[in-house]
């Protein structure tokens, strides 16, 4: 396949001019849940090729086997269309988030129009574990040498942890999402993301932190920073890769303020997790002596 | 004359006369059959020790199928919710008492043993029915809820070894005691739950259960009395 990134934009130009030749032509959408239908026959439809390469008919194969979602929000069946995915697909899809590719965009070359809700949720409850398990480790290591350390669970931290990944990997999707549809609206933007497919891309990008975390046991900052760096580096490229094309049509100052937001909000997670969870400087212990002798008197 | 020929069928009968030397004995018997069924299964009258016994035997029965776990189905035919809250409750109790519960930089609360336990169940319950598993509900959280048996047995395990020992061989035979364990639970988890599973996708529905009962072993092994 040469050069994805010419075969994405002739994509866009060429299906747009398609459509605006016959509105009423069948275009290939993606299941949107809550998007009105606008005149224009779908305003948040990607336009996908109908070109002949084979990477389109193998899309357009997979769109036609029925990718919408049955049945309406009440039955068991609409939610089960959001886990329509194999064990391979999975692990192709976190591949694809480890390793990104420039041209390679993450919505379209992996999930293909089957987004999935599986790997968002399990990605965030493995982070806020790994993250939480590791930092006490992590903790427990660093103060080993300290006689007046008494070691603790600290298990209120997957209370914390929990809402902060969950808040990240499922609000921030959900209100870029927003913020682009409001920016399609005004400006004139090809091709948007639903909101599964957003969440979808965010929870994956999610995924290099697992193995981050873990590394961040090694109980010295300059390692700590390194990994944060590499990993900001690698998630970051995902998103930045997934949404440039799409808000690059918009005004410069918009676009770049937009995928500023996009890394900014990353780097604070990651920067965030990694002063509460991982501190290599000692937690101050009030008074450590006189609670010992009084706990060592005191019958328990 | 009518009424004459009218009798006249019947005239034999008129002879006919019953006399009271015959004895008229017999047996009429109505088939209790039916009755007697509904008293086999009706428990109403049973002593109430029995009905306790027969609950239990049945807990007890599914403890066993957990300690040697082979691809059977009476964990899933009789499932009940007896065995996983017996066993929540005495991980939960055996959880406590840990590094200062005053601070909130101790272990995990009984509530909190208790919400982890029941929704990660749920959670992965609800995951695998997603995938388009087909096993009912309460099954699932009836083989879910009896392997954690493993685990309760190596809390109990891990206090008694904090009783005696401490220091890096305490630690090093709790580690080796919740390792066996987690394995243990996983594979005996697996062991029934694989089957009901599609085949392209088991890997996923597995990798919750190995999470869960993972989360569960952290939470044994780092319990630390107060000192």
Redesign the interface.
């Known amino acids: 396949m040469a050069s994805p990134n010419d075969l994405q934009f002739q994509e866009f130009e060429e299906a747009a001019e398609l459509l605006s030749a016959d509105p009423g032509a069948s275009t290939l959408s993606i299941p949107a849940t809550n998007s009105p239908p606008t005149a224009s026959g779908g305003g948040e439809d990607v336009k996908l090729d109908l070109s002949e390469d084979e990477e389109g008919q193998e899309e357009s194969s997979e769109l036609l086997g029925g990718q919408k979602p049955a049945g309406g929000f009440w039955t ?1 069946e609409y ?2 269309s ?2 329509n ?4 697909q ?1 692990l192709d899809r976190v591949k694809g988030s480890v390793m990104p590719l420039p041209g390679r965009n993450f919505i379209k070359h992996h999930l293909r129009s089957n987004p999935d809700l ?1 790997g968002p949720f ?1 990605i965030c ?2 982070l806020v ?1 790994s993250v939480v ?1 590791s930092g ?1 480790i992590s903790t427990f290591l660093s103060q080993k040498g300290d006689p007046t350390y ?7 931290r ?1 209370t914390i942890a929990a809402v902060v990944i969950f808040m990240y990997a499922w609000l921030v999707p959900v209100g870029l999402w927003g913020f682009l549809k409001w920016r399609q609206g005004t400006e004139r933007q090809i091709g948007g993301y639903s909101i599964l497919e957003t969440v979808c891309v965010y929870g994956y990008s999610l995924f290099i932190y697992i193995p981050t975390s873990v590394l961040w046991i090694i109980p010295h900052d300059w390692v700590h920073w390194t990994l944060i760096l590499v990993a900001m580096v690698i998630s970051g490229s995902v998103l930045v890769l997934t949404f440039w094309p799409v808000v690059r049509d918009d005004t410069r100052v918009m676009a770049v303020a937009t995928v500023a937001t996009i890394v900014v909000l990353h780097t604070l997670l990651a920067v965030g997790c990694k002063l509460y969870f991982f501190q290599t400087a000692p937690i101050p212990i009030p008074k450590p002596t006189i609670h ?1 002798a009084l ?2 008197t005191k019958p ?1 | 004359m009518a009424a004459a020929e009218d009798s006249r069928p019947f005239a034999g009968l008129s002879d006919v006369s019953i006399s009271e030397d015959i004895p008229v004995e017999g047996d009429i018997s109505v088939p209790v059959g039916s009755s007697r069924r509904d008293d086999e299964l009706s428990t109403l009258d049973e002593p109430v020790k029995e009905t306790i016994l027969r609950d239990l035997r049945a807990v007890g029965k599914k403890f066993v199928h957990v300690l040697y776990p082979k691809r059977s189905s009476a964990l899933l035919r009789d499932w009940d919710l007896w065995g996983p809250l017996l066993l929540c409750v005495t991980l939960a109790l055996l959880l406590q008492g840990g590094a200062a519960d005053s601070d909130n930089q101790g272990g995990p609360q009984f509530a909190e043993v208790f919400v982890i336990i029941w929704f990660g169940s749920i959670i992965i319950t609800l995951n695998s029915k997603l995938l388009g598993g087909t096993i009912s509900f309460f099954q699932s959280l009836c083989v879910l809820g009896y392997c954690i048996m493993p685990l309760t047995v190596a809390m109990a395990v891990c206090r008694l070894v904090l009783l005696g020992v401490t220091g890096s061989v305490g630690f090093a035979v709790r580690l080796a005691v919740v390792t066996v364990s987690f394995g243990w639970s996983t594979f005996a988890s697996t062991a029934f739950l694989t089957d009901s599973q599609p085949p392209n996708r088991k890997a996923l529905v597995v990798y919750p259960v190995f999470l869960f009962y993972f989360v569960i072993s952290w939470m044994v092994l780092t319990f630390s009395p107060s000192q």
Do not use: A, K, L, S
Request: proline share 3%; no cysteine; net charge neutral.
């Open positions: 068991f939610y089960q959001f886990f995915v194999d064990t391979m999975v599986y399990w409850v493995t574990f398990i006490n008494h070691y603790r669970p600290q298990f209120h997957v010992g706990n060592t328990h």
